[in-house]
């Protein structure tokens, strides 16, 4: 794939600890997205928000504000993790669909396709500006707007199982299952909204676990061993 959209869970970066930071975890994140860009792989990147803020669980804020809460807790996690890329040697930028000042630049698909001609990582933080709407939507927005060959979806399980397998030790995991079944059988790879976006878009997704060595290169090699989504 020339093109990707790689989206990563706040709490996958946060490691053992489930909240804040676990830089050994997102150093070896950068290790192999580097390995990506040397290869001549675009890469554009969603974070998560999760290791910092779940705004659906408080009963006690206006949805929106929680939302607004979240959005700003992926661009604390997108300048942190971007600065450790830097620090591997990668030129990035984040962009956002709202202004922040000297933090970010805007969104614009001509800015993105500017950067990648540059070989800068683009990371993408704020969500898609509005309340309502989940990073699961915002990266299947991103991955449609620039045109990406698929999205990598690194996950804390290994795949899409027909059940969870935290819960059911009997649960199966699919090698290839179509986005039509993620819906109808609502096998939850994303949400419902984002599903319907990567049906109606063509855009295939590749889940696998984050933890596993070198997943996030694997997912675009011969060796991987996560589920693919197909549309």
Known sequence: MKRILLKLSGEALAGEKHTGFDEATVTIVAKQVKQLMDAGTEVGIVIGGGNFWRGRTSENIDRTKADQIGMLATVMNCIYVSEIFRSEGMMTQI??????????????????????????????????????????????????????????????????????????????????????????????????????????NHMPMYVFGLNEENSIVKAISGEFSGTKVTV
């Open 95 to 200: 962009l956002t669909p709202f202004e922040c000042g000297a933090f970010t630049k805007l969104f614009a698909k001509d800015r993105v396709n500017k950067y990648f001609t540059k070989g800068i990582v683009c990371f993408f933080a704020g969500g898609t500006g509005h309340p309502y709407f989940s990073t699961d939507t915002a990266t299947v927005l991103r991955a449609v707007e620039i045109e990406a060959d698929g999205i990598l979806l690194a996950k804390a399980i290994d795949g899409v199982y027909d059940s969870d397998p935290k819960t059911n030790p009997n649960a199966v995991k699919y090698d290839q299952v179509s986005i039509q079944e993620v819906i109808d059988k609502k096998l939850a790879v994303v949400d419902l909204t984002a599903s319907i976006m990567c049906m109606e």
